[in-house]
């Protein structure tokens, strides 16, 4: 997963880069439709609007990640980005923060070996299952580095990480922000939660985010309304955040997600201004 306060893959002179989820239709056999609950008219509405699988408001959406993980609006130049920060997960690298002790790089690497047998990283694959749970570089250094860099000049490693970042991160949070009835911002919170935290069992994954807004606010599916539901949901993200101090600067909601909500920007739409970390940024 990705994590704040890491170093840009493309020095940037502004500042230093930090790393840092159906509707319901109700068909009538009578010529007078039948009578739907809210939460199903929520769930229906928000399956028939542009979500953030859209293409338009995918790209949107790596460019906010990418300006919280990498100071920079470029996601795609960080295919090559690779780095130990210090976190206790070992590597973080490429477009979504890949972790050599997370599992999710031994997951990526074993898939780009399976697509294209014999790569400069499948040599790495026993050392990546042996490191995985630990922040050991033992069986990596000191060529790993230079390996990934490689390897991420070539387009069959670059769409492994496409792929597994959709798998693990982008499809689920989709999803489950559909099901809930959320608009693309709400899919998005859902999304850089899931990238930051993960979908473990632990307190502050994202499934126990989700949980806690629970407590205090019901989505649109369940017949809530869809801003104070994404406030509560953006005051758990934050709670999670402040329990790790590698992730204690919550600007990326406060300075960026919470602006797009007071603006009641619930679909995206360009364009888009926002700080990560001091750091202004627009999208047109």
Same mark, same amino acid.
């Given at each position: 997963?990705?994590?704040? %306060? ?91 923060? %890949? ?88 899919? %998005? ?96």
């Amino acid at each position: 997963m990705v994590h704040p %306060f890491r170093a840009s893959a493309t020095p940037e002179p502004a500042s230093p880069s930090r790393r840092t989820l159906l509707a319901l239709l109700g068909v009538s056999l009578t010529a007078v439709p039948l009578l739907r609950t809210p939460q199903a008219s929520a769930a229906s509405t928000a399956a028939r609007a542009i979500g953030l699988d859209d293409p338009a408001k995918k790209e949107i959406a790596m460019q906010l990640v990418s300006s919280a993980e990498n100071s920079s609006l470029d996601w795609k130049a960080q295919y090559k980005y690779i780095e130990d920060i210090g976190d206790g997960r070992g590597y973080t690298a490429g477009i979504i923060g %890949f972790c050599s002790g997370t599992g999710d790089m031994l997951d990526l690497v074993q898939l780009y070996a399976t697509r294209k047998p014999g790569n400069v990283l499948a040599k790495y694959l026993p050392a990546l299952r042996s490191v995985n749970g630990t922040d050991s570089h033992s069986g990596l250094d000191p060529n790993f580095p230079k390996d990934w860099r490689t390897a991420a000049q070539d387009t069959a490693f670059q769409q492994a990480q496409n792929d597994e970042r959709d798998r693990v991160y982008f499809n689920p949070a989709v999803s489950q922000g559909k099901t809930d009835g959320l608009r693309v911002l709400g899919q %998005f919170t859902y999304y850089d939660a899931i990238v930051m935290h993960g979908d473990g069992d632990d307190p502050t994954s994202f499934r126990n985010i989700r949980a806690r807004a629970l407590r205090s606010a019901k989505p649109p599916a369940q017949g809530g309304n869809e801003t104070t539901y994404l406030n509560a949901f953006l005051d758990a993200r934050v709670w999670a955040m402040r329990q790790e101090e590698a992730h204690s600067d919550t600007t990326r909601v406060d300075t960026e997600q919470r602006v797009f909500l007071r603006n009641r920007n619930l679909d995206l739409n360009t364009p888009l201004s926002w700080k990560v970390y001091g750091d202004s940024y627009h999208i047109n």
